[in-house]
């Protein structure tokens, strides 16, 4: 398969069962509506760890721009490939999102809290505080970047060979578990995107799809968590490397 191909298919399915985990608890008479933060928080890290198991081997599964740009940055991964996977995460991202809409059909409109829906999507602060949600999201893809890397030296010894390390079976679940670590403890400020395409696809559907009762997308806090999970990512990076980890 195309890396391009992987990239995309990866991403739509975190998007897929990590946004429907959100929806699954926010929207109105679903099942599990009310299930909390735990229930989130597990949902995303297994839609990470299916995400890595499906496409691992194949493109590496970085599933998020963030990583993609912290790999080139350390010189682990082509700069010239840099451009076509973030394309493919972020087209993979919206069909992701649309999933999650069509599988939530009957609830939207059940559904009253216009905030609950657009969360449904993507990303929103707590408390709006723009520096400290960009501090929030800053230090959360530093932990989410250099576990990733820690986690593939341990899956592949000395080399650190990252799509060498998603294709163990160990590799995705760790990282799967590294996310929900993340949700646990980070993800209370800015609901923890530490991920470009993560948030913007979805919010980019929020604002096409004829979601009923929808408000508007948000886009005056959108930057954040677009711009600096990229400056995290390199820093994560950057300081694995310094550490001689």
């Not at 886009?219 to 694995?240: D, E, H, S, T």
Request: proline share 5%.
């Amino acid at each position: 398969m195309n890396v391009y191909l992987a990239e995309f298919i990866g991403t739509a399915i975190l998007i897929l069962l990590g946004n429907g985990v959100v929806a699954n608890v926010v929207l109105q008479k679903t099942k599990g509506h009310e299930g909390g933060w735990i229930v989130i928080s597990w949902g995303w890290a297994m839609g990470v760890a299916l995400a890595v198991y499906a496409v691992g081997r194949i493109s590496g599964a970085h599933i998020n721009p963030a990583v993609t740009v912290a790999l080139a940055s350390m010189g682990a991964f082509p700069w010239e490939q840099v451009p076509g996977y973030i394309g493919a995460q972020l087209l993979g991202a919206m069909a992701g999102a649309v999933l999650v809409w069509l599988s939530y059909l009957a609830h939207w409109g059940e559904t009253d809290d216009q905030e609950g829906k657009l969360a449904c999507y993507c990303t929103g602060p707590a408390v709006r505080n723009p520096l400290a949600n960009c501090l929030t999201e800053f230090i959360g893809t530093v932990m989410l970047v250099f576990g990733v890397l820690a986690i593939g030296k341990l899956s592949t010894g000395l080399t650190g060979d990252l799509p060498a390390a998603m294709n163990t079976f160990a590799g995705p679940m760790l990282v799967g578990l590294l996310v929900f670590s993340i949700g646990l403890s980070l993800g209370g400020p800015t609901g923890y995107a530490i991920n470009p395409a993560r948030d913007l696809g979805p919010r980019i559907a929020h604002s096409l799809l004829p979601i009923a009762g929808k408000g508007g997308s948000d886009w005056r806090y959108a930057w954040i968590p677009v711009v600096i999970p990229l400056v995290g990512g390199v820093a994560g990076a950057q300081l694995f490397v310094f550490l001689g980890l």
